[in-house]
């Protein structure tokens, strides 16, 4: 239900407004807001273009030079208390983006909101490492500075807003940068609640502004605006190529992780009840994770037993309400992207790929896919190839480690990997050749953010993460001072 400007949305009043240069902004254009657990109308929200753009940009570039100043000290204690106002506000921020974008509810609250906090904080620290750092010379004295950039445009996808918002911003804002969001259209409200929660933390209007509004209006209006220093972009490959050719005119440095098709590899020496129950979690969310494993490739001399594993742990992955804590499988997050997946499914089974379950519409809402698995896979089908992103995995035999390295090698993607092995020396000689940002050995998902994250080839460009993010969101100035040469 909805009072003025504002939706009640599990309970939590939202406004559903845009918030530039420290209050809220009405549009006169709004667009639906439905929620994909059950179709519900959720809100109408603010439609921005152009006008709001500028106005946020001019915002964010009036604030720019005071929040520049305050240096990384002066920025840690804002930035904290905004990190302690995620978590204070955990059970709210979960609720809505569960109801916003059909994400399991334990998982936004257990982990999700957390991580959201953990982005704020961790970078807010992590820029005082950056202070002071020279390099000696024979001749000179190197002092490296890391200048903030200016204004920031962070344009962040639906699958996980808030925790992949706060990625962005978290070291955007603790780089001395002041930042435009734009959410994505299909899932904007947690990105809304971030901004009540910024000001009540005391982050200077202008510093932080959300957009809302369509990407073709809204994004396509801030990746093109002239006073915009930074993109960064989490997102489709497709769309990145438009962003790519914005930034390309100005000249503005561009971050993009996109999307991937990423193997998962398990050798007949691997712990294959850890391996069958990690490719079972695949499956989570949805399958709308960008670096799942989506393709199996198992070695041959086990691939029978190891499927009965698989079948075994894959038949815990619950379909349903994603608010119920037994649910594993929600909906998928639009009617749009729904029939996206269903098409990949039709044409896959009209290329002779064979499903070995699911397949098809789940029986419980419109917008729940079963959990598939296709055999009889070629390796440059459709469904090997191209970037799903729903509950839907492929299945493909290897009998040698140069067969692996060559089968996982083959897509155009290369964002992540999977590989369960118990030999080190094979592990490491397959991770070392498989082309991805990051290769998970006996793991998944794990992502410390000191380590560097990004994709390779059409996975993205950049690395976000630890040093890596501040090497993007700052001007790194070096202070060449010839030794002895001050009186």
């Not at 906090?117 to 890391?146: C, M, R």
């Not at 978290?170 to 940068?177: D, F, Q, R, V």
Request: aromatic share 8%.
């Amino acid at each position: 239900m909805m009072s003025g400007n504002m939706a009640t949305v599990a309970g939590v009043e939202v406004s559903t407004d845009h918030w530039i240069d420290g209050r809220r902004v009405s549009s006169p254009r709004r667009f639906a807001n439905i929620s994909p657990i059950d179709g519900s109308h959720i809100a109408d929200v603010a439609a921005g273009g152009k006008a709001e753009v500028d106005q946020a940009v001019a915002a964010a570039r009036k604030a720019f030079p005071a929040w520049a100043a305050l240096g990384p000290k002066g920025r840690l204690p804002i930035l904290k208390r905004f990190a302690e106002g995620i978590k204070a506000r955990a059970n709210e921020l979960a609720a809505v983006e569960t109801m916003d974008n059909g994400s399991l509810l334990l998982g936004n609250v257990h982990r999700v909101v957390p991580r959201a906090a953990q982005n704020i904080e961790f970078f807010a620290e992590w820029a005082l490492t950056l202070e002071g750092h020279s390099i000696d010379s024979p001749e000179v004295v190197n002092h490296v500075k890391y200048d903030p950039a200016g204004v920031a445009a962070l344009i962040t996808p639906w699958n996980a807003p808030l925790m992949l918002t706060t990625w962005k911003v978290g070291p955007a804002l603790a780089a001395g940068n002041t930042v435009v969001v734009k959410p994505p259209e299909w899932a904007p409200l947690t990105c809304s609640l971030m901004a009540d929660i910024a000001h009540a933390a005391g982050i200077p209007a202008g510093v932080l502004n959300v957009v809302q509004g369509i990407g073709e209006e809204a994004g396509d209006a801030l990746v093109n605006h002239p006073d915009v220093d930074r993109i960064s972009f989490t997102g489709s490959t497709d769309t990145a190529k438009i962003i790519g050719q914005a930034a390309a005119r100005s000249i503005t440095p561009l971050s993009a992780e996109l999307g991937g098709k990423s193997p998962f590899i398990v050798c007949a020496d691997a712990d294959l009840d850890a391996a069958a129950q990690t490719v079972a979690a695949q499956y989570m969310n949805a399958g709308q994770v960008c670096l799942a494993g989506t393709r199996i490739m198992v070695e041959k001399s086990i691939e029978e037993g190891f499927l009965e594993k698989v079948r075994a742990a894959s038949s815990h992955m619950i379909v349903g309400d994603p608010r119920d804590k037994d649910t594993r499988v929600g909906p998928l997050i639009h009617k749009e992207h729904f029939e996206r997946v269903a098409g990949f499914v039709e044409r896959a089974k009209a290329d002779g790929a064979v499903p070995l379950w699911g397949g098809s519409r789940a029986n419980f809402g419109d917008l729940y896919f079963q959990p598939t698995l296709f055999a009889h896979v070629d390796p440059f089908l459709e469904i090997a190839q191209r970037e799903v992103f729903g509950p839907v995995l492929t299945w493909q035999s290897f009998s040698s480690d140069d067969e692996v390295i060559e089968l996982a090698n083959n897509t155009k993607y290369g964002l992540a990997a999977t590989l369960f092995s118990r030999n080190e020396a094979r592990a490491t000689r397959i991770a070392s050749q498989v082309v991805a940002g990051t290769v998970w050995v006996n793991c998944f998902f794990i992502r410390d953010l000191a380590a560097p994250f990004g994709g390779s080839r059409d996975s993205g460009i950049g690395r976000e993460g630890g040093s890596w993010s501040f090497d993007f969101y700052s001007d790194i100035k070096n202070i060449s001072v010839r030794k002895g040469s001050f009186a």
